[in-house]
């Protein structure tokens, strides 16, 4: 079965936020479970909305230290969090067009993509700025 894992590198050096990012990769790794299982539609509906409302909570605690820190690069931050959050609606919007095994494990790959692409590219620029206001 599919196990995407968080490492070491993908830490920002705060804890909170690591949490999260850990928990974000666990909810996927369920979601991914249930695709493998076939379990029910409603259940894989479920988790995908459960999915789309952790994201919704995680860019709020990340984009409120922005605020909170002026952060330098919170506009080009905010505007990736909201890429993303549309492109999910699109992509969400296509659910019927195909089953929901497919449409499932589509949506899994590009969320798991994105992520660390995201954890990489951009939650690491803050890093700096969070641990120099005495988050950690
Ligand atoms: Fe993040
Ligand atoms: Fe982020």
């Keep these: 079965m599919k196990n995407f894992e968080w490492i070491p590198d993908y830490?920002?050096?705060v804890k909170l936020i690591d949490d999260q990012h850990k928990y974000f990769i666990s909810l996927l790794n369920e979601a991914y479970g249930f695709v493998a299982e076939k379990r029910s539609s409603e259940d894989?509906?479920?988790?995908?909305?459960?999915?789309?409302?952790?994201?919704?909570?995680?860019?709020?605690?990340?984009?409120?230290?922005?605020?909170?820190?002026?952060?330098?690069?919170?506009?080009?931050?905010?505007?990736?969090?909201?890429?993303?959050?549309?492109?999910?609606?699109?992509?969400?919007?296509?659910?019927d067009s195909t089953d929901v095994y497919t449409f499932g494990a589509e949506l899994l790959d590009f969320l798991e993509d994105w992520l660390v692409h995201h954890l990489d590219y951009m939650d690491k620029k803050y890093v700096k700025c969070f641990n120099d206001h005495g988050l950690y």
């Design 44 to 95: 894989i509906l479920n988790i995908l909305g459960k999915i789309h409302d952790y994201a919704v909570l995680h860019f709020k605690t990340e984009e409120e230290y922005f605020d909170k820190f002026d952060f330098e690069g919170t506009a080009e931050h905010k505007a990736a969090h909201k890429g993303l959050l549309s492109q999910l609606d699109k992509l969400i919007a296509k659910k």
């Design 11 to 13: 830490s920002v050096n």
